[in-house]
Structures are given as C-alpha cells and as structure tokens.
C-alpha cells in the first residue's frame, strides 16, 4: 500500500535478497485516489494485510503511481536490470 503518511520506506534489495529464495510471493499494490486514502481507507487496508509504505516526499497522480510502484517491485524482486546505457543526443 503506497501511503504517503506512512513511517516505513519500501525495503532496500540487499535485505529482500537475504531473505532467500522464496522472497517473491505474489504482491497485491493498493494505490489510492487523487488525493489520498481516508483514516477509515487505511485502517480497513491494514485488517486486510496490507502494509503502507511510503516513497518519500513524493506525492504522486494515481497513474503515475502505479507505474512507479511497479518498477519498484520489478527491480526489488531482481526482475528489472539497470544494465543499459543511455544516451542523449542533441539535435
């Protein structure tokens, strides 16, 4: 769950892959509205398991959001390399 009040930050890699192999269960990313979950909305999701973690100061649109979220899983889980080079070009 992606809250922007919440105290924990998402886990750093090194911890997730001292975890062992059985590290990657299925996830379920809970993101809310423009705007932001109600106490009432954060408080249900915890009695369903989720737990919020924050991105920092970053306050971002619902779109936006699962986008980042996604990314972040991918390169958390080992699944998203960070072995390219780019390259700007200017015209």
Known sequence: MLYERA???LPDRAALAAAGPNLAPPCLLLVGPEGGFTDDEVRQAREAGFRPFS???LILRSETAVIAALSLVRFLR??????????????
């Open 7 to 9: 105290t924990a930050g």
């Open 55 to 57: 991105l920092g100061p």
């Open 78 to 91: 080992g699944e998203l390399v960070l072995s390219c080079v780019i390259a700007l070009y200017v015209l």
